[in-house]
T-cell receptor, first 110, second 114 residues
């Protein structure tokens, strides 16, 4: 049984560009959450998707948007990239109280 | 709002000894869950242990146990018989009982010495 998979694993983008990160949840999990983890810090909640709708959102600007597909997979989009968006982006899928994380996508903005 | 505080930026422990990683939390919710995750240098968050706010018994999972003191709002992780592979960053987190949104602390780096 595959766990949570994220793609790509690493990405380098230029300021002002747009990026899309992808997440496939663990089998049987219907909820996907995205987190941003800056270097040396704990992850910060971006938003959560359930039944293809954004259910909760953290304190992130509208440049951060997402989508959930009928198969529960999800995308995180970031527009107008800033240097401060450089971070590890973690996807977590959950069912009830279980939350399992992917290996993350390391985004570097130059 | 929920908040997690981990006051130990880094800890050292001798192989085969036990170590306690501290975690205090703040919430006005009556129902909540407390989690510990391990993050090796590869980046993946590995679930270790869970404690529900209404659980009267402290949670245990193999070498991991959670010392839950509700009145003091603390949820310390105890790792027994430390192994070299335990060297990693450890995060304490909490979530509303049915919310799944996790609030993380700043983490504690654990180094196990041989």
């Amino acid at each position: 049984d595959a766990g949570v998979t994220q793609s790509p694993t690493h990405l380098i983008k230029t300021r002002g560009q747009q990026v899309t990160l992808r997440c496939s949840p663990k089998s049987g999990h219907d909820t996907v959450s995205w987190y941003q983890q800056a270097l040396g810090q704990g992850p910060q909640f971006i938003f959560q998707y359930y039944e293809e709708e954004e259910r909760q959102r953290g304190n992130f600007p509208d440049r951060f948007s997402g989508h959930q597909f009928p198969n529960y997979s999800s995308e995180l989009n970031v527009n107008a990239l800033l240097l401060g968006d450089s971070a590890l982006y973690l996807c977590a899928s959950s069912f009830n109280l279980e939350a399992f994380f992917g290996q993350g996508t390391r985004l570097t903005v130059v | 709002a929920q908040k997690i505080t981990q006051t130990q930026p880094g800890m050292f422990v001798q192989e085969k000894e036990a170590v306690t990683l501290d975690c205090t939390y703040d919430t006005s919710d009556q129902s909540y869950g407390l989690f510990w995750y391990k993050q090796p240098s590869s980046g993946e968050m590995i679930f270790l242990i869970y404690q529900g706010s209404y659980d009267e018994q402290n949670a245990t999972e193999g070498r991991y146990s959670l010392n839950f003191q509700k009145a003091r709002k603390s949820a310390n992780l105890v790792i027994s018989a430390s192994q070299l592979g335990d060297s990693a960053m450890y995060f304490c987190a909490m979530s509303p009982f049915y919310g799944n949104k996790l609030v993380f602390g700043a983490g504690t780096i654990l180094r196990v010495k041989s």
